[in-house]
C-alpha cells in the first residue's frame, strides 16, 4: 500500500493532463450501426495526429502466453488496434494446466486502472478474470469516473472441467454490479449456465436462446453465447442477441488441440473491432471469422506438451517456406492455368505427359490433371512424370479430385470443388504447404471456401461448355459477383477461348487472376500454338 501512494505522488498527469479527457466524459455506448470519433489533434510541426483504436484489457496474465493479458494483446495486435493492459491476475500456467494463482491487490489495479484510462485514449475495455469483489467494484468505479465508449466482459467464470472459479458472492457483485455496464457479454455454454444460477444445462439452440434472453435483462446490451461445444452439432453456433432479434453465427467447428485462449481472443477482437468503429453485429461477425482462420492456421502448430496449445494470433505476417507453415500461393501463377483431359487426349493419339510438355512450353502458369477416366496406376505413373517435368521447369502441377494421387506423386496441390473431399479434410491430409483450390459459383461458396483455408478459387462455368456435363453457366456477370466480394484470387473456368478470353479479363477486377482452360488448349492439333496464341492475348489484355 506504501508503495501504491509513493507511485500515485510521483505520477505527473494529476495536476496537469486531468482537462484533456473532460469531453470524454459523458458515456456513448456502441450503436446498433457503425460510428467512428477519431479526434485529431496537431503536432507541433503541424501535422495531424492520428488517433489509434485504443482497447484496454483489464485481465490476468497466462505465462504460457495463450490466453489472458497475453492472448488479449495479440488478437488486438492482429485486429491492428493499441492494447493496453491491467493486470488482475499472474498465473503460473502451460499447456497442461494452471500450476499457480497470484493475485494482484484490488488497490494496485486502481493504481493501474487510473494510469492508463486517465491518459491514453481508451476507447474501449475488454475485461477477462475479475477474481474478486474488490476488482469488480474498483473496476466499475473507474468506468464511471473515466468512461469509455463500450465495454466488452467475457465472463472468465468456468475453468475447462467446468468448475465454478468465481464464488457465489464474486458471482452477485458480477451480475448485479458490471452486468448493467457492459456492452456485449460473451459466456460459453457453461459460463451462460453459471450466470443463470446452474439450473440447467445448456444443450440446445432454443436453451441458448432463453439464456440470451435472461442474461440481457440483467443488463447487458448485446449477448454472445458461444456454443462451440453445443451437442449433435457439426457446426460452431453463436447466438448474438441484440435485445430483440437473434442472429446464428454458423462456422465450421475445426478440430484442433491447438484452441486454448479462444474465449480471449474472440472478445478482444469484438473490442478491437468495436475501437474501430464497427457496429456490435459487424465486429461479433469480424471476430467470428477471425477466430475460424486463427484456429486453422494454427492446428498444425506444436508448443507445449499439453492438451491444449496455444493460438498463432499473427500467424498473417508470416511467410515462411518452412514446411510447418503455410506457403504463400503466388496468384500470378492462375494467368494461364491448363487442366488436362484424358479423352481429348485419346482422341488425338497423345500421352498425358507429352500434353503437359506442350502446354509449358507454349507458355501455361499452372498445370492440372484432370483424368476422370484414367486407372489409378496408370494415372499415378503419369502424374510421377509430369511432375518431374513441372519441377524442372518451376511450374506448380495441381491434380483434380484425386488426393491420393497427390500424396502419392508429391504434387504442388490439388483443386476440388463443391462435392469432392471438403476442403478442410483436405487440408488435413496435405499440411499446410500445399495449394487447394476450390470451385465455387457464389459468394458464399467463395467466403466458405476463404474460411477453411483454401488459396485460390475457380469461379465458373463462365459460358457454356461441353467438356463438363450439366455444368450450370454464370455468365460474366456471375463472375463479378464472386470476385467483387472474394478474399481469394479467382480463375475463371468454362468455355473460354482464344476469342472471349478478353471478355473475361475485361471485367477487370484485381481478384480474377487468369483463365483456366481445357478444350480450348486440349481439344486442338497443336496444344503448343493454342497456349501460345492464348499467353500472348492474356499478356496484352
Ligand atoms: C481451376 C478449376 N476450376 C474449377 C474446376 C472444377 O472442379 P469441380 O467442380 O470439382 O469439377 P471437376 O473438374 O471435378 O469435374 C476445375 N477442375 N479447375
Ligand atoms: C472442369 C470445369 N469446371 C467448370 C466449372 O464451372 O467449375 S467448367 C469446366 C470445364 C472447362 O472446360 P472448357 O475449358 O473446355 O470449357
Ligand atoms: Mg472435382
Redesign the pocket.
Known sequence: MADTIFQLRSLPFFSTHHHHYACRHSRSRIMASSSTSPSLKMTHDGCPKNKIPHVLSVAGSDSGAGAGIQADMKACGAAGVYCSTVLTAVTAQNTVGVQGVHLVPEEFVALQLISVLSDMNVDVVKTGILPSIGTIRVLCEKLKEFPVRALVVDPVMVSTSGDLLASPATMSTYLEELLPMTDIVTPNLKEASAMLGDVKELQTLDDMRSAAKAIHSMGSRYVLIKGGHLKDSADAVDLFFDGERFHELHGPYIDSQNTHGTGCTLASYIAAELAKGCSMLQAVQEAKNFIGKVIVHSKYMVIGSGQQGPLDHLFHLKNHSSGMIKKRFNSDNLLL?A?TDSVMNKKWGRSIVDAVKSAIEGGATII?L?E?EAETRYFLEMAIACMEICRSRDIMLLI??RIDIALACDAHGV??????MPVMKVRNLLGPSKVI?V?CKTPEQAHQAWMDGADYI?C?GVFSTTT?ENNRTIGLEGLKTVCSTSKLPV?A?GGINGSNARSVMEINDPNLKGV?VVSALFDRESILEETHHLKSLLLHS
Open positions: 492455368y487442366v492440372q484432370r476422370k483434380n479430385d483443386h476440388i470443388g463443391q462435392f469432392d483450390g470451385s475457380g465458373g463438363k480463375v473456368i483456366a
